[in-house]
């Protein structure tokens, strides 16, 4: 004799048997348009990472330039006030600094303010990065300040 249980299981594991023939005669075109649709996100997310990477290498260079011309203009006014550097000595050498960071910028988007100690250096710039079918412009405001002791 067989338990409730047992024989439940196996009269529904025969139904399922053959509910599972029936949907897979059905099914058949349903799988090749499965396999379809993962190949479309695979080229999707390929599609995806390739442009992630090209606007990578088109925009970290860019970025890692205005870190630099950051830092150096932070530099610049620390110790503008030690050497006793006038505003214009100041512009020019934070000009040399952005010509060394290949940074498109003139004399007088620099805007130095230099007055017993203090000393603050504001630059505005923009660079517009190609990306083939959409011109980007980054904008960059870059500012350093000195705070002095007395």
Same mark, same amino acid.
């Given at each position: 004799?067989?338990?409730?249980?047992?024989?439940?299981?196996?009269?529904?594991?025969?139904?399922?048997?053959?509910?599972?023939?029936?949907?897979?005669?059905?099914?058949?075109?349903?799988?090749?348009?499965? &396999?379809?649709?993962?190949?479309?996100?695979?080229?999707?997310?390929?599609?995806?990472?390739?442009?992630?990477?090209?606007?990578?290498?088109?925009?970290? %260079?860019?970025?890692?330039?205005?870190?630099?011309?950051?830092?150096?203009?932070?530099?610049?006014?620390?110790?503008?006030?030690?050497?006793?550097?006038s505003p214009e000595?100041? &512009?020019?050498?934070?000009?040399k600094q952005a010509?060394?960071?290949?940074?498109?910028?003139?004399?007088?988007?620099?805007?130095?303010?230099?007055?017993?100690?203090?000393?603050?250096?504001?630059?505005?710039?923009?660079?517009?990065?190609?990306?083939?079918?959409?011109?980007?412009?980054?904008n960059f405001h %870059?500012?350093?300040?000195?705070?002095?002791?007395?």
């Open positions: 004799m067989c338990r409730s249980g047992q024989f439940r299981r196996l009269v529904g594991s025969r139904e399922s048997a053959s509910h599972t023939v029936v949907a897979r005669q059905g099914q058949l075109p349903a799988r090749s348009s499965q &396999r379809g649709n993962s190949r479309f996100k695979l080229i999707v997310f390929l599609v995806v990472v390739v442009a992630m990477i090209y606007l990578g290498v088109k925009v970290i %260079p860019i970025l890692v330039n205005n870190l630099q011309f950051q830092d150096a203009i932070e530099s610049t006014a620390r110790f503008a006030s030690v050497n006793r550097q000595d100041i &512009r020019a050498a934070v000009l010509q060394e960071e290949d940074i498109p910028i003139a004399a007088k988007d620099i805007h130095v303010k230099g007055e017993s100690g203090r000393v603050e250096i504001a630059a505005d710039y923009s660079v517009t990065v190609d990306l083939g079918v959409y011109q980007w412009t980054l %870059p500012y350093a300040k000195n705070n002095p002791l007395l």
